[in-house]
């Protein structure tokens, strides 16, 4: 890796007064991120972990730190840290990741899936503080988080998307959105940065979603590929994906540029009744998708869509399971928490974790030098 860890933390902002910095903050920080691979994520385990492994950190890391850290200072840092500053540190250390990951795939667009995450538990109702939400940037094919940004409490995810997009400003992208965000402002703000974006159709934009399947009556798909998974606890799925030329077809011309393929996904669950082994319950699901990305063939456009769950299954779903994130009752500068969770995670990721769970417990065995 061209950057290491402490690289790009000895530019986070340190908020303590000169005289007062008895250990330097990239370190802290970076001792931090270690005890969370190594599943220690609250204060107080993150304070026993560094005194019980403080030696070895110095060898592996050395400065000039006499003695580790307390649990008080160690609170009291990172809820005055500031998230700015802790988040570019993150993008520039999570953007030489993916650079790293995808050495020698012949990629040349990358998918991205955004979506938005509460954190139940920064809600403080002795102050009126509803819980936090965060909005993240997943990369499907590094299987790397690549940014953050907090939503504030009088908007929502819609414009915080379209604002991270532009800030970030990544080219030959293709963001995958759910529905929420089928929005002409979301495609306006990829396009200006020379991207694209995938998005789900629903109700939410009823004259969009009513001319797809109007088209789709009057007109045959281009390319059609039907894939069917193997059985699985008693679940066997079948994904039809048809591509239709949309664009002028639609007759809406506020969403001619944007639309200009449609994607129909036919999603048909088998599930063995429980108690009747020989039995099937068979479930249909149709799902619309739309983007401005013209030209490719169909099993780029399914790929795209099947990939955009991963920022459930291994983003979310993670953070709320075995990292804790919605039991967390830190109700301070929460946003440092979880960015110091993606650092654990792009980390572990990048050196061949796959179960977090099981391989953080491993890490806790043997604590490695990742950020090395």
Known sequence: MSITLLDVLVDVPDPRRVEGRRHPLPHVLLFCILANLCGAHSYKRMAAFIPRHFKLLKRHFPSDMKKPIGKSQLRDLLASLCPEGFESAFRLHAAALEADALVGKGIDEKTAAIDGKAMKGSADMATNQRMKQILSVFGTVGRVILAHVEIHQKTNEIPAAQELILALGLKDRLYTFDAMHCQVKTFEAAIAVGSHVLVQVKDNQEGLADA??????????????????????????????????A???????????YARVALRVTRTVRTRVPGYWWRWQTTVEISWYV?????????????????????????HRVRD?????????IRVNPGIVARRKSFALNLGRANGIDNIQRGFWLNLQDVPPYAS
């Open 247 to 257: 664009g002028p077809r639609l007759g809406l011309e506020r969403w001619e540029p």
């Open 321 to 329: 399971g075995f990292l804790g994130e919605d039991a967390s009752k």
């Open 212 to 245: 797809v399947e109007r088209m789709a009556a009057t007109n045959s798909p281009v390319q059609v590929c039907e894939v069917t998974d193997k059985t699985e606890r008693g679940r066997k799925e079948t994904r039809r994906v048809e591509m239709f030329e």
């Open 291 to 315: 983007t401005n990305r013209a030209g490719r063939r169909l099993t780029y456009y399914a790929k795209a869509i099947r990939d955009h769950w991963a920022i459930e299954n291994r983003n």
